[in-house]
């Protein structure tokens, strides 16, 4: 018969294979004949977090401290298996009490660092993450978990130290340098434009690193007022970095026209019954136009759950399109057309068992997933109580904000002029669409009101989504003014982009 220590050995090999159906399987033949054998206890609680099972990795990393109490990697385990089964508080005390801890190693310290900062404890994470780079200098990405930590608090000084100490251990690494340039407003007496310069120099035109530096170059280009030269090399990125993108621009744009096709008046006067919760709220307009100040200002509240950009809708919709009987949807048309025949109660349900165990912990959670808004009807049907609530701006700054954002992954519409501008073209005729056929349901908020003004429209917010007024939440952070504006530096740049908003009847003059 093995020893406990071969079985647990064995374990770990299989899981080193991502054999973890084995893994799991030996774990139980451990526990069993070894039941006070701790360390297979915390093995068996990794194992049950990476499978998915919160539940059982609880109950097993818990089983493990009765035997051996206080150990800080168990601890660790234990904050971890907390916040994926949703209790927050517990997680969050326990952190506290764990973060007096000075761990020897970096992985575990990083870890730390994570766990911290899913439970929104940045200064304690700063310290864990600036711990971990102590104990693995040359390791880049502890830097990189220092700098957002320390971006997050303001310390944007300190955020940009750790973003050169990544460049000193690697000179060419692009994503620092993006990173870096995002941190603030770059002047002509501060900024890093010679260096990358010089790093746009060094790069060939089929590294699949330079879009990041040009992207950087633009942004510090445009901080300085270098707008004619800031615009070519943001061109030149965003150009290098669609070559990349597998996008069919036509299946997007076929799908926006199909749904006021699919979603008339009369589908919301059949008497379709929802989802009888009220937990959601759906926070959406386009990238960046102000969807997480929003977030900001609801989640300050304390009976709102943050929960994220949630991909939840949109894959619980799949699902239940693809059991809608008949041939399978050739194209996305096609999936518009069978949404129309689910079971749309069934679907809220669906959502909200898909968001736990995330949410359900305060009375409401945030969705602020930006593309929701392409199913804010459908949001309707499935959670008739859901409060919904659209982000406006400016079309050409939220045009340009997005044309000069790298998202890497997500977004393809956004990397080519023409694209994103006819994109946006099918978006406001979608959201005037909705606004016609659901009057009273999209609550909207005005980026530049809420930049310039935000108490009056805080208020109302709140109001739409039945919220009590709250001091946290009228003091909420919300303000970009220096925003508003941004795309007439380039308005000859953006001319070809403006003349398409404006065939659209959606971009007004300057």
């Known amino acids: 018969m093995s020893t406990a220590e071969e079985l647990e050995q064995e374990v770990h090999r299989l899981v080193r294979g991502d054999r973890l159906q084995q893994a799991a399987a030996i774990c139980d033949e451990l526990n069993r004949q070894n039941p006070d054998y701790a360390s297979g206890w915390y093995t068996t609680s990794r194992i049950a977090t990476v499978i998915g099972d919160p539940g059982l990795a609880l109950q097993a990393v818990d089983r493990a401290l009765h035997l051996s109490p206080g150990n800080p990697k168990w601890v660790l385990q234990r904050i971890e298996c907390l916040g994926a089964a949703g209790e927050t508080d517990a997680a969050t005390e326990q952190a506290r009490q764990l973060a007096s801890h000075t761990f020897d190693a970096a992985g575990f310290a990083a870890d730390f660092g994570l766990s911290l900062t899913k439970l929104g404890l940045f200064e304690l994470a700063r310290e864990q993450y600036g711990r971990a780079c102590e104990l693995e200098p040359g390791n880049i990405s502890h830097y990189f978990s220092l700098a957002s930590a320390l971006r997050y608090l303001g310390d944007l000084d300190s955020a940009q130290a750790a973003f050169e100490s990544c460049l000193k251990i690697d000179p060419d690494n692009a994503a620092a340098m993006l990173q870096r340039s995002q941190l603030r407003a770059w002047t002509r007496d501060n900024n890093n434009i010679a260096d990358l310069d010089a790093a746009h120099d060094r790069f060939s035109e089929d590294s699949p690193l330079r879009h990041q530096v040009c992207y950087a ?7 300085t007022g270098d707008f004619d030269r800031s615009f070519e090399v943001l061109l030149e990125g ?9 996008y069919d621009p036509d299946s997007d744009l076929d799908a926006l026209r199909a749904i006021p096709r699919c979603y008339g008046r009369d589908m919301f006067s059949r008497g379709i019954e929802g989802h009888v919760s009220a937990e959601p709220i759906f926070v959406f307009g386009m990238p960046l136009s102000g969807v997480t100040l929003v977030e900001r200002v609801l989640v300050s509240h304390p009976a709102v759950q943050f929960a994220g950009e949630l991909g939840t809708f949109a894959h619980e919709l799949m699902k239940h399109c693809q059991r809608v009987p008949g041939p399978a949807a050739q194209n996305t048309s096609e999936m518009v057309e069978r949404s129309t025949s689910i079971d749309f109660a069934a679907l809220g349900s669906d959502y909200l068992e898909g968001t736990r165990p995330a949410t359900g912990i305060k009375p409401h959670f945030v969705d602020k997933q930006p593309l929701n808004f392409q199913y804010a009807g459908l949001i309707h049907l499935a959670l008739p ?14 045009f340009y904000a997005m044309f000069r954002s790298l998202f890497d992954g997500r977004y393809a519409f956004t990397y080519d002029a023409v694209e994103l501008a006819n994109y946006y073209a099918a978006y406001s005729k979608l959201m005037d669409h909705w606004q016609s056929v659901m009057p009273g349901v999209i609550h909207i908020v005005k980026y530049e009101e809420l930049v310039t003004d935000p108490k009056p429209v805080i208020e109302r917010c709140l109001e739409h989504c039945s919220l009590s007024l709250n001091e946290d939440c009228l003091t909420a952070n919300v303000r970009r003014e220096e925003s508003i504006g941004i795309w007439q530096s380039f308005a000859r740049h953006l001319e070809p982009a403006a003349e398409i908003l404006r065939t659209a009847g959606i971009h007004a003059d300057e």
């Open 385 to 398: 109580k859901a409060k919904i609530i659209l982000l406006q701006r400016d079309p050409m700054d939220n």
């Open 217 to 223: 170059l633009a942004k510090e280009l445009a901080d």
């Open 238 to 246: 965003s150009t290098l970095y669609r070559e990349s993108v597998a």
